[in-house]
C-alpha cells in the first residue's frame, strides 16, 4: 500500500473512503487509533493508504473532486 495523504480533517477521511468505497478502490486509515488515543493535539494524523496498483486512479479521482491540494507529493 502507498501513503496518498495525511490529514486530521474527519470529514475529508470519511468523503474520502465513501469515494474510494463507491469506486471499489482498495484503501486503509492508519494511525485512527493512535491519533484519539494523543488527544485533541493534532500531533498525529491519520494516514490514507491505497493499494499499489490503484494510486493513479485514487490521485486522479481526488484531484477530480477537488481534493488535489491534499495529495501528498501532489
Known amino acids: 500500500m502507498i ?12 468523503l474520502i473512503e465513501a469515494m474510494f468505497t463507491d469506486d ?16 485533541s ?8 493508504l491505497v493499494a499499489d496498483d490503484q494510486i493513479d486512479q485514487a490521485r486522479r479521482l481526488l484531484r ?3 481534493f488535489g491540494q491534499e495529495l ?3
Do not use: P
Request: cysteine-free.
Open 3 to 14: 501513503e496518498l495523504l495525511r490529514t486530521n480533517d474527519l470529514i475529508l477521511i470519511s
Open 41 to 48: 493535539s493534532g500531533f498525529l494524523q491519520r494516514r490514507i
Open 72 to 74: 501528498k507529493h501532489g
Open 24 to 39: 471499489r478502490i482498495g484503501y486503509f486509515v492508519a494511525d485512527q487509533h493512535m491519533s484519539s488515543m494523543e488527544g
Open 64 to 66: 477530480d473532486a477537488g
